[in-house]
């Protein structure tokens, strides 16, 4: 429960230093729950934030999110996650922050991709960058 209150007031307090036009993204495989909320990040920013909250009735949640996590731009290029500042890799609940170098130049888009265990395929989550921030889904 109190991870729950956690990611709340973590997605609450990005997502109202956020343009208004970002919402949560959330992913639902195989009873595991991936939300994700975009700080962050504008052509400013040195890094850009990401909130993440992994969620799951029954299944306890180890994933590396630095090393599991990766943005991709337009032009395929991937780049690795600076740091995650939230939960440790372990229990059915868990919430933080993942940092990343921004982009330079700030690309149209970019697509946060989290690949799981046991997962065929990455969990997409996009963002088109024009003039302000909006989810891409």
Same mark, same amino acid.
């Not at 994700?36 to 969620?55: C, I, K, M, R, Y």
């Not at 009735?57 to 306890?60: L, T």
């Given at each position: 429960?109190?991870?729950?209150?956690?990611? !709340?007031?973590? =997605?609450?307090?990005?997502? !109202? *230093? *956020?343009? =208004? &036009?970002?919402?949560?993204?959330?992913?639902?495989?195989?009873?595991?729950?991936?939300a994700?909320?975009?700080?962050?990040?504008?052509? &400013? =920013?040195?890094?850009?934030?990401? =909130?993440?909250?992994?969620?799951s009735?029954?299944?306890?949640l180890?994933?590396?999110?630095?090393?599991?996590?990766? @943005?991709?731009?337009?032009?395929?290029?991937?780049?690795? *996650? @600076?740091?995650?500042?939230? *939960?440790?890799?372990?229990?059915?609940?868990?919430?933080?922050? @993942? %940092?990343? +170098?921004?982009? %330079?130049?700030?690309? &149209?888009? +970019?697509?946060?991709? +989290?690949?799981?265990?046991? &997962?065929?395929?990455?969990?997409?989550?996009?963002? !088109? !960058?024009?003039?302000?921030?909006?989810?891409?889904?």
């Open positions: 429960m109190g991870y729950r209150i956690f990611a !709340l007031v973590l =997605a609450m307090s990005i997502s !109202l *230093a *956020a343009p =208004a &036009e970002i919402i949560t993204q959330t992913s639902t495989i195989r009873g595991v729950t991936v994700v909320t975009a700080g962050n990040l504008s052509p &400013e =920013a040195s890094v850009w934030d990401f =909130a993440v909250v992994l969620s009735p029954s299944k306890d180890r994933d590396d999110l630095v090393k599991s996590a990766v @943005l991709v731009d337009p032009q395929g290029r991937r780049y690795r *996650a @600076l740091i995650w500042e939230g *939960a440790p890799s372990a229990g059915r609940h868990r919430a933080g922050v @993942l %940092k990343f +170098i921004a982009v %330079k130049p700030r690309p &149209e888009w +970019i697509e946060l991709r +989290i690949s799981r265990p046991g &997962e065929a395929g990455p969990r997409i989550f996009g963002w !088109l !960058l024009g003039d302000g921030v909006m989810a891409a889904r």
